[in-house]
Each structure stands twice: as structure tokens, then as C-alpha cells.
């Protein structure tokens, strides 16, 4: 049973226009949220997390807000770059990571 | 900067054969993990090492095993390869007790086909 979810499989954006990508679970012990960006043939590589203490937690073009009574992720990158084109991962944390299926972000110039 | 290698990028087995998947990080890390990546999946976690010699089943353990003899180094066993492990196989570490809120680095991955 998947215990974090990313129903969106692809999305694409302009360059300069904000992305949002989405996240959900289920498992209400999850204390800590990360996002993780892949690009083909290679790991994936940790971008942002945050843990259940806040609500919103930024790094330049990106912010991941955290809605816990939604059971909700989200990250924003603004302005997206035809660099920032990936597939996107979140996870989720009560010690072992539970990932999402992963979102394919493509940013149009 | 940490770095997490693995021994290939590309391997190509036959079914039934014994496959050994390398990982080796340098940044003294307590934790290590295995997942693999399929399309729609997302990442599984297959096996995970708190210490030198524990391991511990993840979500998918069936037909892996590991090996952790030295702190550096996790190695995933396929007995029996099946061409449903056809996948991407990715290591990964991290530091600290496995609570710390800090986040796992990835090597770049294993692409295996089982034919």
C-alpha cells in the first residue's frame, strides 16, 4: 500500500512561470518531508526538506509547504528554468523513507 | 562533498545466475540502503544497515540478500536473478541514528537486466 502518493505523472511548465509539484500520505507518524530531484541515468539528489514542526520551509527558487491536517506536500520553484526539468520524488519519514512514484517536471523555454 | 559509487552503471545477467550489486560510500556513514526504481513504483526499499553486520528487510526483501563487512561498503546479493529484477538499483547513505533528520545521498544507480 503505497503510503505516499504523487498522482500527477507529468508536468509541464513555461520558463519563468512557477511549478508546483504535489505530494500526499497517509501515515500521520511522518515527521519529516524531503524532496528529491532525478535527472536520467543518474541518483536521485536531495533538494529541500522539511520536518512536522513547520509549515513552509524555502531555499532560493525553492519552497516546500507542508499541510498537516490535509496530509499534504507541495513544493513550488519559482521561477522555474528548463534546468529544474527532472523527475521529482518526495519522501516521507518516521525513520525508514517511504518515496512517492515521482513527477516528471519539464519547463518549456 | 559526500559521494555514494557503485560498482556499474550497466549489467547484464541471465536468469538464475548469482548477481553482486557494490556500494561504496566515503563519508563514514552509519546507514545504508538498497532500493530499486520501477516506472510507476517510485523507490522501494529492499534492504537497509544501521551498523557494520546488521541488516534489516525492507519493504521488498524477497530474493536479495546483503553483506556488510566493513562500514564503507553494502553489497546486494541477487541468489537466483529473475527477470522480474529487472530494474534500476540504487544505493544509498546517511548519517546518523536512523531518527536524525537528516537526508539519504544517492549513488548514480545500477540499470540490471535479467534476460
Known amino acids: 500500500d503505497q503510503q505516499v502518493k504523487q498522482n500527477s505523472p507529468s508536468l509541464s511548465v513555461q520558463e519563468g512561470r512557477i511549478s508546483i509539484l504535489n505530494c500526499d500520505y497517509t501515515n500521520s507518524m511522518f515527521d519529516y518531508f524531503l524532496w528529491y530531484k532525478k535527472y536520467p541515468a543518474e541518483g536521485p539528489t536531495f533538494l529541500i526538506s522539511?520536518?512536522?514542526?513547520?509549515d513552509k520551509n524555502e531555499d532560493g527558487r525553492f519552497t516546500v509547504f507542508l499541510n498537516k491536517s490535509a496530509k499534504h506536500l507541495s513544493l513550488h520553484i519559482v521561477p522555474s528554468q528548463p534546468g529544474d526539468s527532472a523527475v521529482y520524488f518526495c519522501?516521507?519519514?518516521?525513520?525508514?523513507?517511504?518515496f512517492g512514484t515521482g513527477t516528471s517536471l519539464t519547463v518549456i523555454p | 562533498d559526500v559521494k555514494v559509487t557503485q560498482s556499474s552503471r550497466y549489467l547484464v545477467k541471465r536468469t538464475g545466475e548469482k548477481v553482486f550489486l557494490e556500494c561504496v560510500q566515503d563519508?563514514?556513514?552509519?546507514?545504508m540502503f538498497w532500493y530499486r526504481q520501477d516506472p510507476g513504483l517510485g523507490l522501494r526499499l529492499i534492504y537497509f544497515s544501521y551498523d557494520v553486520k546488521m541488516k534489516e528487510k525492507g519493504d521488498i526483501p524477497e530474493g536479495y540478500s546483503v553483506s556488510r563487512e566493513k562500514k564503507e561498503r553494502f553489497s546486494l546479493i541477487l541468489e537466483s536473478a529473475s527477470t522480474n529484477q529487472t530494474s534500476m538499483y540504487l544505493c544509498a547513505s546517511k548519517t546518523g541514528v536512523t531518527r536524525t533528520y537528516n537526508e539519504q545521498f544517492f549513488g548514480p544507480g545500477t540499470r540490471l537486466t535479467v534476460l
Open positions: 522539511i520536518s512536522s514542526i513547520k
Open positions: 563519508m563514514d556513514h552509519e546507514n
Open positions: 519522501a516521507a519519514s518516521a525513520g525508514q523513507f517511504y
